[in-house]
């Protein structure tokens, strides 16, 4: 393993961005340490700021309200189950006795 000085990292991380290989590949061809290779890369990610032009196409991230509430949840099968829906047409489903604060963390986290 070679141990290149900093301005030869920013050169081996532009060459990786332009040459199609994974990390692994990269850093196995030029003779670093995988380790060493991210953490530069990770360095150039947090020195480019991202401009407004390369968000215009990209989803915003959006927070839902979300309100949890206790109702009688309709009997299924042998058991009873407490059911969650998201927007998106996600459903999921919990056995009874599930605490309301768990399932409250749980769809804010999911949103």
């Known amino acids: 393993m070679r141990r290149p000085n900093p301005n030869e990292w920013k050169q081996l991380v532009e060459e990786f961005e332009a040459s199609g ?3 692994k590949e990269f850093a196995v061809r030029h003779q670093v340490s ?3 290779f991210q ?3 990770y360095k150039k990610s947090r020195a480019t700021p991202v401009r407004r032009s390369e968000m215009a196409g990209r989803p915003r991230a959006a927070f839902l309200p979300v309100e949890v509430v ?6 299924v099968r042998e058991g009873l189950l407490l059911e969650v829906a998201l927007p998106r047409g996600l459903l999921l489903r919990f056995p009874e ?4 604060e768990y399932l ?8």
């Not at 006795?97 to 309301?100: K, P």
């Open 21 to 23: 290989l994974t990390q």
């Open 97 to 100: 006795g599930t605490r309301a």
């Open 39 to 41: 953490y530069w890369l």
């Open 104 to 111: 409250a963390h749980l769809v804010a986290v999911l949103g």
């Open 70 to 75: 206790a109702s009688p949840a309709p009997r």
């Open 34 to 36: 995988l380790g060493g």
